[in-house]
């Protein structure tokens, strides 16, 4: 069966009928008469726009924005709901979403599973949410955001529990008091549109809830789930009732402000002043775009009214769309051709674009995200460059900062950043820093990245395009734009593609989450009591006595000498969690080689079976080397963000036996004045933090007590969320084993740090015994380099210094004497170096690696008034092979490097490749130098000339003739010209003579004509 009509007594008593409507099919509730499309259809136009349906607002802006959550707030509490705060824009304590995308994210998946009780019921939020799906139409469709901010009122009920706060009837009738009373809209002006949602495996009843032909709101009552065997079935999915029934409604706080205030564009209603700002910066005006001010105003206008039933969405074709809209236009009046019409929009879109860029990437980064090319990094990155890209079209010439700093101040509330404003524009100026550098390397990428290519190509295939961002940051568009500089005019971009691209990462997200969930180490899980764990009783605790309650063989181990996965009723081995190494050990007669956990199980895996009652030993030096490493990286995760800012947040960790390494968003590298400071911090820590609390709470009472910057180290499973609490300095949801007192580490070091990838940064640690050892091998270290110098280690640096200097000096003169050395086999006239026809040939056998064959080629076809090719070959690793030409030189006209290289590369079993004018090749039969040399030699002295060589001396001789002046290097050409055209010695005798004294009268004229054809 499918869902049944949604009849209401708020309907009926407020005189809405039931319809069918005659474009979407959908049934919908109306009071009006005359209705017969539900209101969100191509034909419902903004009925709004200079009209507002809202009333009670007159302000614009922030305020509006202030007003309009107060007034949605305010109703729902005189009407029992609990206004609950919004939660982080990051959503922390998720590993399948990167960001809030709604305000059911925040209660999902704990809450709405049922495991988890809500922090209130009914409540009431205003969401920041971040959507980047529809990113490429903002600016443009006139109503689409990438930020914004989700009002609703959610209730979770449980009926089998008579839990039962509200449901269907109360809930509408609740939005229709809100709408026809506090926000004063006409009851015509509503429509209910019945239009059932599913979606995440869950799915129920909803009502899209439109007004003035814009979706103010959707009411979902979400009481299903995904059921093979269920009875309800919804576009195709079988589903059944779950225990819970939530309701989940969002309100889009910005269209409410967009229908009180009647605004052309969505933009104009919630960020006018920046605008208005922006609008003057890039000099927008009727005059630039060579409109009166009134057409102007009737253009756009009649084109907001329009944007309300052209959907601009992912996978549309622009030109299609504008064309379309050109053409609406036309038929209410409005003439514009398509150069005007894209004269206005373009820059107009971008003036709209970017105060929402602006606010979505104060959110992101003000939550703590640092821009990377990576994860949740990439969609910050993403927006900044989206926003540098726009402000450049603009041809707007103030910093990203700047544009931040007069966007927060007009729009922002400050106080909901976690990280200051300091860090903020410290973050994008970094960002402004990377923009302007890959502009600089960008086309270069491109054009490497394009070279199979073809030309005409109107599109580029989606993984090159991945690649580019992900590796190089450059965004498609971009990609597009260099590549038409390039050459490729023909590229072009489908719209949606960024939104596509945010998506994958989105996807990314999911798939890396999924794939950590499904990683089990046994095949069926046996059905046995939760291990008890002793680890948490007593943290010192290394023997103990248990029973085995399970023992399974293993086959698939990793370490072959695993045979056995024995489960106990209780143990002290810690598995393996939070980025620490499972325990080792004994049970009874066997090795504990590892210890996982599955489900709620402890598997210890063992070299033998055992069974019954048996004694347990841990390993104890090595947990305790991993309890000092684990509680050292708290200490200086804790100590990183003091010294460092609020934005430090945990991107992973790992805790083994011999260091620890703890990585960090930041948004520059650390120096090592940076690295010492944390370091002291967190040493002091451990003098003056006696004890360590650890704390088991609810989920409900954690998150409101701690926050979210508690699941630094994921999103973790479950109720009962224990926390490590190291007085003030760190507090952190983790389930790893921890020292009662710091001071027991000892000492902690932090070796050295190194970058992950653009805005993570590696702290390697090393505390306890490992910092010991470390030491101690630092020190070997120096006493054998001092040993090797014979100086005392306080000279070391110095003699160190000295030596190297020496070196590199003897290192120059050694190139030198090289240099020198080819130069003089070079030039003494021997068989080394020979001239045909005005090119010098140098073709020898060298000694040295590639580097050094470089320097000397480059040595040797340097100077433009020696045209020379210079063959050389090496014996160093297998042989290698390097030709060089005298570039923008005859020899550059007569010769090709690679074309020769390909000839003779075979003699060293090798091959190569290179331009025209440098090729370098190698090979594995380092004997076959000589030959591949002599070979070079045989082909340059036969071989007939190139087609290359052919034109060159052409031009040669047309030149001669044009000008009557014969140069050199012009002889040169036409007597190999003369010989090789099969004249006879005495013709050739002729011709050479003519030209020999540098000048041509009209006789030689003619005999170079007639060598010419
Ligand atoms: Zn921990």
Redesign the pocket.
Known sequence: MSLPAIELAVFKDNGFSRRKCRISGLWFWTTDKKRDTCGDTHEDEYTFIGAPVISGFSTLGKQLKDEMRAAFLGFFEQRQHTIIEPYPILARWRDDIHLTIASIAVFQPHITSGEVEAPANPLVISQPCIRLNDVDAVGRSGRHLTTFEMMAHHVFNRPAESQDIYWMEECVQLCHDLLCDTMGISLDEVTYVENPWAGGGNAGAALEVMVGGLELATLVFMDMVEDEHGDISIKGVNYSKMPLQIIDTGYGLERFCWAAAGTPTIYEAIYPESVAWLKNLAGFSGESVGMDDESLATLLAEMSRLNGIMNIEVGSDAEQMRAMMIDRLAKRGVEIDEERFSAVTEPLSRIFALPDHLHALANMIGDGLVPSNAKAGYLARMIARRILRMRDDLAIEISLCELMEQHLQINYDAARMKLNSAGLMAILAGEEQRYQEMLRKGEQVVKTALKSVDKDAASLQDELLFNLSDSHGISPDLVVSFAAGLGWKNLRLRTGFMAEMAERHAAQAKAAAKSQADSSLLDSVPKLPATIALYYEDIMRRKFTATVLDCIPITLAEDERISHAIILDRTCFYPEG?G?EGDRGTIGKAKVLDTRKVEDLVIHLCDRPQKGKIVGNLDWNRRKQLMDH??A??IVGGAARRILGPHIYQAGANKSVEMARLDITHHRRLLRGDIDEIENLANQVLQEVENTEKITLTRKDADSEYGFDLYQ?GAPKGNEIRI?KIADHDI?A???T?HDQPIRIGTIRIVRSSAVQDGVERLHIVAGNAALLHSRQQEDLLREASDAFGVSTTDLPKTAERFFGEWKDQRKRIEQLEGEIVRLRTTGGGDDSIELDGVRLIIIEVEGDIKQMTKMVGELTRDADKPTLAVIGSTDGGGKLLIALTENSIASERYDAAAILKQISHHIKGGGGGRPTFAQGGGSYADGIADALAAARDLVEQSPPTSRAIDATKDAIERAIADGVVDQGEFALIKRAAEQAGLSTEQITTITEAVMDGHIDEQEKILLENLLS
């Open positions: 939070g620490q684990h509680t990286v708290h180290g490590l952190q983790c389930g790893g921890h």
